[in-house]
């Protein structure tokens, strides 16, 4: 049986150039609390790519494609915004970026895009969705969420 992929109606366009990131690099991608796949990118720029069977949840590759470097510069490039020069220079000032790095931004933002609940983390990150979730809201619009026992009139004033 094969898996689901994500597949849209229209497709905008994501590069899969280089840019710089630590390699080796471990990273996971997930929908919500559910862990979808792992990357691993070797010192030789090799990729190996395992997935979880157990979930119907769409993937972003098949299964049984062998990835190359070009796919993981394409998965991070495509939860990131894009390296628009009417936008980005907003979205970075906003990051406290002062170039466009898609890996520097994933790991301020964790992928997060405001249209789906795919994210990705380093393997080395514990944060669950609910902590990539706070950081993003705080790095992108400054908000706190509210702690514990807390109510929203305290969050809203």
Do not use: C
Request: aromatic share 14%.
């Amino acid at each position: 049986m094969r898996k689901h992929v994500i597949k849209a109606h229209t497709y905008l366009p994501v590069s899969s150039d280089p840019f710089d990131m630590p390699i080796p690099i471990k990273f996971e991608l997930y929908h919500a609390n559910t862990l979808l796949s792992i990357f691993s990118v070797k010192d030789d720029m090799t990729v190996d790519y395992s997935y979880n069977a157990n979930t119907d949840i769409p993937l972003l590759f098949p299964p049984d494609k062998r990835l190359k470097i070009e796919d993981v510069y394409y998965i991070i490039r495509s939860r990131v915004f894009p390296d628009n020069p009417y936008t980005a220079p907003m979205e970075l000032q906003r990051l406290g970026l002062e170039e466009y790095n898609p890996y520097e931004i994933i790991k301020l933002t964790y992928g997060i895009l405001q249209t789906d609940a795919y994210w990705i983390k380093r393997s080395d990150d514990n944060s669950s969705f609910d902590d990539a979730i706070a950081k993003y809201n705080k790095v992108m619009f400054g908000v706190q969420p509210p702690g514990p026992g807390s109510k929203i009139e305290d969050f809203l004033n």
